[in-house]
Each structure stands twice: as C-alpha cells, then as structure tokens.
C-alpha cells in the first residue's frame, strides 16, 4: 500500500462503479443506461457537444429514440443552434425534467456561421454546382460533375459513395470531407 492511497475517493474504490467506468471505456459507442453510467461517463471526461452530435452520439443517451436522434442532428445541420437543455425539450416536444439527468454529458458550444473557423457543410445531393464551387477544393468543372452524376444516378448515400461515383483520388475526398454532408 502506497502512502496516499488512503487519500483515493472512496467512488474510485466502488466496484460497481469501476466496473461501468470499464465497460463505457471499453466501448466507444456504449449505450449509456443509468443516470449512474452518465455520472460515470461524465467523470471520465465524455462530454457530447449537441450541436455537433451525430445519430450515434444522441443514441448513446438513455431513453432518446432513433427518431429523436435523427430529429436533432436534422434540425442542427440545417443551422439550428441549441443553447440550453430546455432547446432540446422543446425541439423533441418532451418536458424538460426528462432530460435534466442528461444534463453532466451535454456541452452547449455556439458555432458562428460567419466564422471562417466554421466551415460550412453542404450536402451534395441538394446543392447547386454554384455553391459547391465555392468548396476550396471544388472548380466548377468538378461543381457541374456532381451535379450531373446526381442527377443520372440518384442522391449520394455516403462519402465513401460520393468518392466511388465521381472517382476521386483519396487525397481530394480528404480534403473534400470537411465540406460535405451526407
């Protein structure tokens, strides 16, 4: 036994929450279920920015369906911005207390749309050649190309789908990633 071992907070002696802490580590998309596991998560730093949040970081938190999930990463990939957890009640219609023990895993970040920090995402299968010409990696020959495969070939359903159509060298798909969304 060491000489501050007796200084360790007693939360880091629990089994049973040792054993959690290990299996949300353990898995990156662990399906939180607890008010426990989110106390625990939160401890070891996880943190899910609601406004950059995927499907499958949405899913990671207990009782929020499939439907939900896609709901809110719908509505801030068209520019909505959440900036408090009673946003996010209103946006899926529930009552706030409902997700308040959601509240240590959920961090509210303000992204400007003006900022050149900001880039913005455009989805391929419903912008115009014009705005995709406006991608730095984009020329309008390659705007026009997109569009047109669109257009013959129906919408997109992933990057690695964009990449196959078009043939484009892994280096522009690169670059291109930061700009698209699906």
């Known amino acids: 036994m060491t000489l501050f071992d007796w200084l360790l907070p007693a939360a880091r002696?629990?089994?049973?929450?040792?054993?959690i802490q290990a299996r949300i580590e353990s898995d990156p998309y662990y399906r939180l279920q607890s008010v426990q596991e989110i106390e625990a998560a939160a401890a070891l730093g996880i943190k899910i920015d609601v406004n950059q949040a995927t499907v499958d970081d949405w899913l990671r938190l207990p009782g929020l369906s499939i439907h939900q999930a896609r709901s809110l990463v719908e509505l801030t990939s068209t520019g909505v911005q959440f900036c408090c957890l009673e946003d996010i009640a209103a946006a899926l219609s529930i009552s706030v207390a409902r997700i308040t023990p959601l509240q240590p895993i959920l961090?509210?970040?303000?992204?400007?749309?003006?900022?050149?920090?900001?880039?913005?995402?455009?989805?391929?299968?419903?912008?115009?050649?014009?705005?995709?010409?406006?991608?730095?990696?984009?020329d309008l020959f390659l705007a026009r190309a997109i569009v047109q495969n669109r257009s013959e070939l129906g919408k997109y359903r992933n990057l690695a789908d964009f990449q196959r159509r078009l043939a484009l060298p892994p280096h522009l798909t690169s670059k291109l990633m930061y700009y698209l969304r699906f």
Do not use: G, W
């Open 13 to 19: 002696l629990n089994p049973t929450r040792l054993s």
């Open 107 to 138: 961090r509210f970040c303000y992204y400007d749309a003006e900022s050149p920090a900001t880039p913005q995402l455009l989805n391929p299968n419903t912008a115009s050649a014009e705005q995709l010409a406006k991608i730095p990696a984009v």
